[in-house]
């Protein structure tokens, strides 16, 4: 079992819909989960990051972790063609403070 | 304010060549990180610097791989000498402090073909 799985997609959403990201991961320890966006040949990117149950919002993100059933969401609300990328889940695990990131999902905006 | 920066951006040498990445981290960033990507598959850690110490070199793949951070500024990741498996892109990434919510800055990476 990986430590940090996504599905690779694509993900295809219309313009204006919700893309709906997830990650699950196998250290029921870990603490801290973030999300990253990278675009084709570029540097990853921080959206955001959470490490309490339940929700948080930035503008058009919402990051959602369980960490009972070990997950972490991100919802992308009113998706735009400029959302298109690749999505990297990544978890710091108990005892460290190196990332462990899944392979990514990339995702498709259509316009 | 400059970001990660990574040299070269791309880098094709042949197998048993050495070849030496380097990354200069954010100025004031006493963490810097390296991982790799190869192809297909995640973007794997390698290892942790504070400041010039290694803190954490637990996924060097082997003693081909060595690491170095003088004087806890720039670091530079050498191969030597090169498989054809140490293909991929390596990223480097900094943080201001060591902590479990700290966002790790990432450079645009360089691209290491073995041919």
């Known amino acids: 079992q990986k430590e940090v799985e996504q599905n690779s997609g694509p993900l295809s959403v219309p313009e204006g819909a919700i893309a709906s990201l997830n990650c699950t991961y196998s250290?029921?320890?870990?603490?801290?989960f973030f999300w990253y966006r990278q675009y084709s040949g570029k540097s990853p990117e921080l959206i955001m990051f959470?490490?309490?149950?339940g929700d948080k919002e930035d503008g058009r993100f919402t990051a959602q972790l369980n960490k009972a059933s070990q997950y972490v969401s991100l919802l992308i609300r009113d998706s735009q063609p400029s959302d298109s990328a690749t999505y990297l889940c990544?978890?710091?695990?108990?005892?460290?403070?190196?990332?462990?990131f899944g392979t990514g999902t990339r995702l498709k905006v259509l316009a | 304010e400059a970001g990660v920066t990574q040299f070269p951006s791309h880098s094709v040498i042949e197998k048993g060549q050495t070849v030496t990445l380097r990354c200069d981290p954010i100025?004031?960033?006493?963490?810097l990180y390296w991982y790799r990507r190869v192809m297909g598959k995640e973007i794997k850690f390698l290892l942790h610097?504070?400041?010039?110490?290694?803190?954490?070199e637990s996924g060097m793949p082997n003693n081909r791989f060595l690491a170095e951070r003088t004087g806890g500024t720039y670091s530079t990741l050498k191969v030597q000498p090169a498989e054809l498996e140490d293909s991929g892109v390596y990223f480097c990434?900094?943080?201001?402090?060591?902590?479990?919510?700290?966002?790790?800055?990432f450079g645009q990476g360089t691209r290491l073909t073995v041919v």
């Open positions: 990434a900094s943080s201001q402090v060591t902590g479990l919510n700290t966002e790790a800055f």
């Open positions: 250290d029921r320890g870990s603490q801290s």
């Open positions: 959470i490490y309490s149950n």
């Open positions: 990544a978890v710091i695990p108990s005892g460290t403070y190196k990332y462990i």
């Open positions: 100025s004031g960033h006493d963490n």
């Open positions: 610097f504070v400041k010039e110490s290694k803190q954490d």
